[in-house]
């Protein structure tokens, strides 16, 4: 039953994401390895959206779902045809499905009505925890069945559990190895509710049935519900998928990621300026190795060489640094026009034109794309005085400042601007001359020319800006200057 002796045929696999709200990575991270043994063996990749707890349901989510994996590039291959090229399968449009499956494991004795009110549920569990013992169930309308007949006659409501078999649930995780409960552990899971709607337990067993669902990849936490799936499947007479339960994804305080855990949903990794192929990138190293030196993959190196059998079963962390390592590896490797086309959302200032003379400057200076506008700004807008900031900055007298602006403008007359190594050069001598530090003197550059003392490199920033404007940035904070200089 391994996952080696299954590689060769194609998967069918499925992402079910509830529309609880956005996803985060930890939904994603098991979407991916979905996806990619899906790509890897040549088989499908279904999206179905598990909306049947009508109660946690958050607006607007299931579009949030459907905009992260298409950024991703996590695109399925079927689905009702509404949308492009297809809708998800939505639970809540298949009711009468899942109700007919209830109808024939309550005929066969698989499952059973029961009438419990919420109130008696709860003296249930809180006897059961006083007693120090397991809170399940205790089968009262398992063993009243007259009673139960009789009360829905009247009309009472109901819903349907599952008769759990007696014996241990096994099964040969792909990632856990072989896995066992006892059955006597587990609860009769309500199968349908009052109101007619399935629980997750029904509706994913039968939809992954009919949906020919070859093999489950889920998060960990949901290894306890498949001994409940696993008797579904007997109590129907249906094959079983593999299951596959990948590790959880903890954060760097150790604790798991999860939307009530305030991890940050894929659309804000967007809005800042993440490659989608960097995240993908860092997903798939969160509890999977290539088993070679390799960090960096493109989303075809990932199918070439993800398996199954390489996820490590022990929790995952995510650290931000590393996806940042990663963010800018990915970004240097960008072609100049890939790059200023994935910066114009943020540029929005520059023609596409200046974007990407921009390319240069900003590749090796930004990690996310975002962080361009505020390296950007002061290019395309000249300096308002008086600056925010002194000027000219500490450690710097007034008439070195006013010296080194000078300075500048003469070796720009004799050409320096082209070659800004040699321009350092010749400033740096400069500057030794008069005892200042460079690094100290040049921000009265970063002053004069863009209005803060820090940027983008500065030398490369005169060169883009050109000899007319550089002069006439670097002028005008002479004359800010000389009245300084004037009264020394």
């Given at each position: 039953?391994?996952?080696?002796?299954?590689?060769?045929?194609?998967?069918?696999?499925?992402?079910?994401?509830?529309?609880?709200?956005?996803?985060?990575?930890?939904?994603?991270?098991?979407?991916?390895?979905?996806?990619?043994?899906?790509?890897?063996?040549?088989?499908?990749?279904?999206?179905?959206?598990?909306?049947?707890?009508?109660?946690?349901?958050?607006?607007?989510?299931?579009?949030?779902?459907?905009?992260?994996?298409?950024?991703?590039?996590?695109?399925?291959?079927?689905?009702?045809?509404?949308?492009?090229?297809?809708?998800?399968?939505?639970?809540?449009?298949?009711?009468?499905?899942?109700?007919?499956q209830g109808r024939v494991l309550a005929a066969s004795g698989a499952a059973y009505f029961?009438?419990?009110?919420?109130?008696?549920?709860?003296?249930?569990?809180?006897?059961?925890?006083?007693?120090?013992?397991?809170?399940?169930?205790?089968?009262?309308?398992?063993?009243?069945?007259?009673?139960?007949?009789?009360?829905?006659?009247?009309?009472?409501?109901?819903?349907?559990?599952?008769?759990m078999p007696e014996g241990r649930s096994s099964w040969d995780d792909l990632i856990l190895?072989?896995?066992?409960?006892?059955?006597?552990?587990?609860?009769?899971?309500?199968?349908?509710?009052?109101?007619?709607?399935?629980?997750?337990?029904?509706?994913?067993?039968?939809?992954?049935?009919?949906?020919?669902?070859?093999?489950?990849?889920?998060?960990?936490?949901?290894?306890?519900?498949?001994?409940?799936?696993?008797?579904?499947?007997?109590?129907?007479?249906?094959?079983?998928?593999?299951?596959?339960?990948?590790?959880?994804?903890?954060?760097?305080?150790?604790?798991?990621?999860?939307?009530?855990?305030?991890?940050?949903?894929?659309?804000?990794?967007?809005?800042?300026?993440?490659?989608?192929?960097?995240?993908?990138?860092?997903?798939?190293?969160?509890?999977?190795?290539?088993?070679?030196?390799?960090?960096?993959?493109?989303?075809?190196?990932?199918?070439?060489?993800?398996?199954?059998?390489?996820?490590?079963?022990?929790?995952?962390?995510?650290?931000?640094?590393?996806?940042?390592?990663?963010?800018?590896?990915?970004?240097?490797?960008?072609?100049?026009?890939?790059?200023?086309?994935?910066?114009?959302?943020?540029?929005?200032?520059?023609?596409?034109?200046?974007?990407?003379?921009?390319?240069?400057?900003?590749?090796?200076?930004?990690?996310?794309?975002?962080?361009?506008?505020?390296?950007?700004?002061?290019?395309?807008?000249?300096?308002?005085?008086?600056?925010?900031?002194?000027?000219?900055?500490?450690?710097?007298?007034?008439?070195?400042?006013?010296?080194?602006?000078?300075?500048?403008?003469?070796?720009?007359?004799?050409?320096?601007?082209?070659?800004?190594?040699?321009?350092?050069?010749?400033?740096?001598?400069?500057?030794?001359?008069?005892?200042?530090?460079?690094?100290?003197?040049?921000?009265?550059?970063?002053?004069?020319?863009?209005?803060?003392?820090?940027?983008?490199?500065?030398?490369?920033?005169?060169?883009?800006?050109?000899?007319?404007?550089?002069?006439?940035?670097?002028?005008?904070?002479?004359?800010?200057?000389?009245?300084?200089v004037d009264e020394l």
């Amino acid at each position: 039953m391994g996952e080696v002796q299954q590689a060769a045929a194609p998967w069918r696999v499925r992402f079910a994401p509830s529309p609880t709200g956005a996803l985060h990575l930890g939904a994603v991270r098991t979407a991916l390895f979905a996806w990619l043994m899906a790509r890897k063996t040549g088989g499908q990749f279904i999206l179905r959206i598990e909306d049947t707890d009508q109660g946690r349901h958050v607006e607007g989510s299931e579009k949030q779902i459907l905009d992260s994996l298409t950024w991703l590039g996590l695109l399925w291959d079927e689905g009702p045809e509404v949308g492009g090229p297809y809708g998800p399968y939505v639970q809540s449009e298949r009711l009468p499905i899942y109700q007919e499956q209830g109808r024939v494991l309550a005929a066969s004795g698989a499952a059973y009505f029961c009438i419990c009110s919420p109130e008696r549920l709860a003296a249930m569990r809180k006897a059961q925890q006083e007693q120090g013992k397991p809170t399940g169930y205790d089968r009262y309308c398992l063993h009243h069945t007259e009673e139960v007949a009789a009360a829905m006659e009247r009309g009472q409501s109901s819903v349907l559990r599952l008769r759990m078999p007696e014996g241990r649930s096994s099964w040969d995780d792909l990632i856990l190895g072989e896995t066992s409960f006892d059955n006597n552990m587990v609860d009769d899971q309500v199968l349908l509710k009052s109101d007619g709607f399935p629980t997750y337990h029904l509706a994913s067993v039968v939809d992954d049935h009919l949906m020919r669902i070859t093999h489950v990849i889920r998060s960990q936490e949901w290894t306890s519900s498949t001994p409940k799936q696993l008797a579904l499947y007997a109590a129907l007479g249906w094959e079983p998928p593999f299951f596959a339960h990948t590790p959880n994804v903890l954060g760097e305080d150790r604790k798991k990621m999860s939307k009530r855990h305030g991890a940050k949903d894929i659309l804000e990794y967007r809005a800042q300026g993440y490659l989608p192929g960097a995240l993908l990138n860092a997903m798939a190293l969160l509890g999977w190795a290539s088993g070679t030196a390799q960090e960096l993959f493109s989303r075809d190196e990932l199918v070439a060489m993800f398996s199954i059998e390489r996820v490590n079963r022990a929790p995952a962390i995510f650290d931000a640094k590393r996806l940042d390592s990663i963010q800018a590896a990915h970004l240097r490797q960008l072609p100049d026009g890939e790059l200023s086309e994935a910066l114009e959302p943020f540029l929005q200032g520059p023609s596409r034109t200046q974007i990407l003379s921009l390319v240069p400057l900003l590749r090796e200076r930004i990690v996310r794309l975002a962080d361009a506008a505020g390296l950007v700004a002061p290019l395309l807008e000249r300096p308002r005085w008086p600056l925010k900031e002194p000027f000219p900055p500490a450690k710097v007298l007034p008439g070195d400042a006013f010296g080194l602006l000078e300075r500048t403008i003469q070796r720009i007359d004799a050409g320096d601007l082209e070659n800004p190594v040699a321009l350092r050069e010749a400033l740096s001598e400069w500057a030794t001359t008069k005892g200042a530090k460079p690094r100290d003197i040049f921000r009265v550059l970063y002053l004069a020319l863009l209005g803060t003392a820090a940027g983008l490199p500065i030398f490369d920033v005169m060169k883009y800006l050109g000899a007319e404007e550089v002069r006439f940035r670097l002028e005008q904070g002479m004359r800010e200057l000389s009245m300084l200089v004037d009264e020394l």
